[in-house]
């Protein structure tokens, strides 16, 4: 079955940098655009970044762009998102999502279980 | 603040049916899928419905989706206790050239 799982997620302080990493496994992973997602605690979902299948393309929030870096390496099946400029503001559960079909840079169908970070002084 | 616009709350009693909105506009639900989320209290969130309307495998028929334009609906019949969660839609927005989601709406069954 398809598993998606998060890890490197703790507390930072401002300022500072993170890399969150997702292995994904049951599904060929170099066929399938991924996302971030975020949820501050309580709150809402927020899509963070994307990348295509082939690593072609990556796409990003507004509230990220600069900041935030999706990155894929499919000869392990991972992803990851490397965390630069940490705000308050940036402090949530981060999923992992891999998208409906392949090829295409479409929704998410299967998240992981998320990994916490935390942005305090 | 999210593009999409959905209402904040719902209810309805057991056996009830309910239907959940999502307004956007040209750019994402008007040109694009919708894909609509259950997240239950502590968990990730799980996909209800793609491309519109249609149902994963193992996800009950009690819950339908519907688009019209720039806005899309989630129908839950036959509420159950455990339909109780948040409910997001989302869609690609052409604009942003990025997913953007609802602000969601919790269910609550009276």
């Known amino acids: 079955q398809i598993q998606l799982v998060e890890s490197g997620g703790g507390l930072v302080q401002p300022g500072m940098s993170l890399r969150l990493s997702c292995v994904a496994s049951g599904f060929t992973f170099s066929d399938y655009a991924m996302h971030w997602v975020r949820q501050t605690p309580g709150k809402g979902l927020e899509w963070v970044a994307g990348i295509s299948y082939d690593d072609s393309n990556k796409y990003y929030a507004d509230s990220v762009k600069g900041r935030f870096t999706i990155s894929r390496d499919s000869s392990k099946n991972t992803l990851d998102l490397h965390l630069s400029g940490l705000r308050p503001e940036d402090t949530a559960v981060y999923y992992c999502g891999k998208v409906l079909q392949p090829y295409y840079i479409t929704l998410i169908d299967d998240w992981g279980q998320g990994t916490l970070v935390t942005v305090s002084s | ?110």
């Open chain 2, 1 to 110: 603040q999210s593009v999409l616009t959905q209402p904040p709350s719902a209810s309805g009693t057991p056996g009830q049916g309910v239907a959940l909105s999502c307004s956007g506009s040209t750019s994402n639900i008007g040109s694009n899928y919708v894909f609509w989320y259950q997240q239950l209290p502590g968990t990730a969130p799980k996909l209800l419905i793609s491309k519109n309307n249609q149902r994963p495998s193992g996800v009950p028929d009690r819950f339908s989706g519907s688009k019209s334009g720039t806005s899309a609906s989630l129908a839950i019949s036959g509420l159950r206790s455990e339909d109780e969660a948040d409910y997001f839609c989302a869609a690609w927005d052409d604009s942003v050239r990025g997913v953007l989601f609802g602000g969601g709406t919790k269910l609550t069954v009276l």
